[in-house]
Every structure is written in structure tokens, then in C-alpha cells.
């Protein structure tokens, strides 16, 4: 055999030899070797903050590993997921993130970065469950039925907030009036906050939100919850009803809302696996699942990345037709 030829498959078996040498070493438990940094799309405080902070606390304390927060807002938490989805796919860059970015993002930007469906890899739900339907405690309605009502008496007037446009409360509420039957005005702000603060205000009327967001402004009689957005009531507030069980014309309505946890496509499978094995220990945690349930965000589980990727597909389908009903369109 010629020298150069032996030297040539020389180094081609040295190079596979390399190219093979992650996946053994995270089989044998060397993940992770270093920080693994998790990218977040909103500012300190958000809920995809709240959770992914939980995640890296728990899973570090667990597994001696060390997880860092990395916070990227901007353009509705797709700055972070167009940041990891050009990564390294190896498992030390992962993005905490809500359907905003991972379902609706390409019906709301002309110019996106990236394709949610193929550059990212489902690890798990970090937390997830149905939104409350909250209205200023001045707006004549003290149910669903009520406010449909009063929406379909005058079309085009009622104002609802959101956290921003394509949010999981922007299109829930547009699902709600579609299936109802009323027009309102959206009104799209830079988080949850604003537009909570304004629905006190009373310069929106009512909003789909997290329960944790609002729950010291229903304590305090500011705000009203009319109902809830799941299938099934909230453990923390067994006599506020589903919005179907409000309306029989709304059966079948659902929304939820969740953070997820994704990774860099092509990242290897018992990586992610490894990382939704260990936020499943957590979550059976009696501190977290308490927290979890008192927040309403406990609701929603996904075992396994094959149990997320069928979520998403699901949510996928949902969410599409309704856009399409509400007629968003790209910026």
C-alpha cells in the first residue's frame, strides 16, 4: 500500500475516532463538563426567567452541574432563540422559551433567523397551564356570558391587553372572540406588566394572564377572574370555572400557556434526554410542585423530548388557525 494512501485512512480513522468521542464521554456521565449557558428572551422577572432560574437551580443543586441564565429580550424572545439556534449543537447552549417564539414568531417577522420546526430540538415544558380570564373590577360583567354580551353590544369598543402581539393572551383572546362571536380591539404592550397595569387603569378592559401575574390585584378587588382558560379549574382556584364550562356555545375552548426548554437541532439525544430526565426528578419535588400549583403553572407535563415535540405539534395546529382567523400579519 502506497505511503501517502496509508497515511490518508490514518487520518481519516483518527478523525472519526474524534468526531465519535462526545457522545461516549455524556453516555458515561461526563455532561456537563462546563457551564452550560441558558438563554432567555425576556428580562429578569418573566416568566421564562422565573423558570428557567428554577430549572438551573435545581438541576445544579441535583447534579453538581453549573446552569447560568443568560437573559436576551427583545422582538418577543426571539433574539435569544435566533442566538441558540446558531450554536454549537452540544448541549451547552439551550434556550428557555414560550410559543411566541417557538410557534408563532414566523406569522409575526418578515425577516426571522431562524425556522422553530427544524433548528431547535424539544427538550421539556419547564411549566405550563391555562391563563385567567381577568377584567377591571369596574366592567359590568361578573362572568364569560355577561362579557360576551356586553363585547357583541358594542363591537369594536371593548380594549384587550396582551403582553404583545402574537402572545399566548393576544391569541387566546382572539380564539375566545372568534368562538363567541364579538369584535374587540387589541391593544399589544412590552409585557405583561404594562398591560396589567393598564387593565387596572381601565384603559383596557380585560386580558388573558398568568394567575401568578394578578393574583395580588383579585385579592385586593381590583381585578375580577371570570374564568379559566384550560379544560379542567386551577387546584388554586376550584370555584373559578373553565371559560366552556361558562358557555355551552365555547365547548372545546382551551388555551395554554408555557415555557419550554429547547436546544440547538442535531444536539445528541441523550443529552437532551439526560436534561429532561433530571427537570422530571424536579418537578416531582414537593416544594415545586406546591409552587408550581399555587402559580397555576403546574399543570402541564412532558415527560420525555418525544412527549414536547407531540405538544408542539398539537399547539402548532391550533395556534395556525387562529392566526389565521385573527389575521396577524408579519411585521
Known amino acids: 500500500m502506497p505511503a501517502s494512501r496509508s497515511r490518508r485512512q490514518a487520518l481519516l480513522a483518527l478523525s472519526a475516532w474524534g468526531c465519535g468521542f462526545a457522545a461516549p464521554s455524556l453516555a458515561q456521565g461526563g455532561y456537563p463538563a462546563k457551564p452550560v449557558r441558558i438563554l432567555v428572551g425576556v428580562n429578569a422577572g418573566g416568566a421564562a426567567d422565573l423558570f428557567a432560574r428554577t430549572f438551573a437551580q435545581k438541576v ?49 417577522y418578515k425577516q426571522l433567523g431562524y425556522a422553530p420546526a427544524t433548528d431547535f ?17 369596574e366592567l359590568a360583567a361578573a362572568n364569560v356570558a355577561q362579557l360576551v354580551a356586553l363585547a357583541r353590544a358594542k363591537p369594536g369598543e371593548l380594549a384587550f391587553g396582551s403582553g404583545g402581539q402574537g402572545s399566548a393572551g393576544h391569541l387566546t383572546t382572539e ?19 404594562q398591560a396589567i397595569n393598564d387593565l387596572l387603569g381601565g384603559q383596557v378592559k380585560l ?21 379559566i382558560s384550560g379544560k379542567t379549574r386551577l387546584p388554586s382556584l376550584p370555584n373559578v370555572p373553565t371559560v366552556q364550562e361558562s358557555m355551552p356555545a365555547l365547548a372545546g375552548f382551551e388555551s395554554l400557556g408555557w415555557i419550554g426548554l429547547f436546544a440547538p437541532a442535531r444536539t445528541p439525544p441523550e443529552v437532551t434526554h439526560w436534561l429532561a430526565a433530571k427537570w422530571r426528578d424536579v418537578r416531582q419535588q414537593p416544594d415545586i410542585v406546591a409552587r408550581f400549583e399555587a402559580m397555576g403553572m403546574g399543570m402541564l407535563v412532558t415527560p420525555t423530548p418525544e412527549d414536547f415535540a407531540a405538544l408542539l405539534k398539537s399547539e402548532t395546529t391550533r395556534w395556525q388557525k387562529v392566526i389565521a382567523s385573527a389575521g396577524v400579519k408579519p411585521e
Open 60 to 108: 445544579g443543586e441535583a447534579t453538581g452541574g453549573s446552569f447560568v441564565v443568560d437573559n436576551k429580550p427583545g422582538a418577543g424572545g426571539t433574539l435569544a432563540a435566533d442566538a441558540a439556534a446558531k450554536a454549537a449543537p452540544d448541549g451547552y447552549t439551550l434556550v428557555a422559551a414560550a410559543p411566541t417564539a417557538m410557534i408563532v414568531a414566523p406569522w409575526l
Open 121 to 137: 430540538t424539544p427538550v421539556t415544558v419547564l411549566a405550563g397551564g391555562p391563563l385567567v380570564l381577568v377584567v377591571n373590577a
Open 175 to 193: 380564539m375566545l372572540a372568534s368562538m363567541a362571536g364579538f369584535k374587540a380591539v387589541h391593544v399589544p404592550y412590552k409585557g405583561e406588566g
Open 207 to 227: 386580558m388573558f394572564t398568568g394567575y401568578n401575574l394578578v393574583e395580588p390585584h383579585v385579592k385586593s378587588g381590583r381585578l375580577r377572574v371570570l374564568a
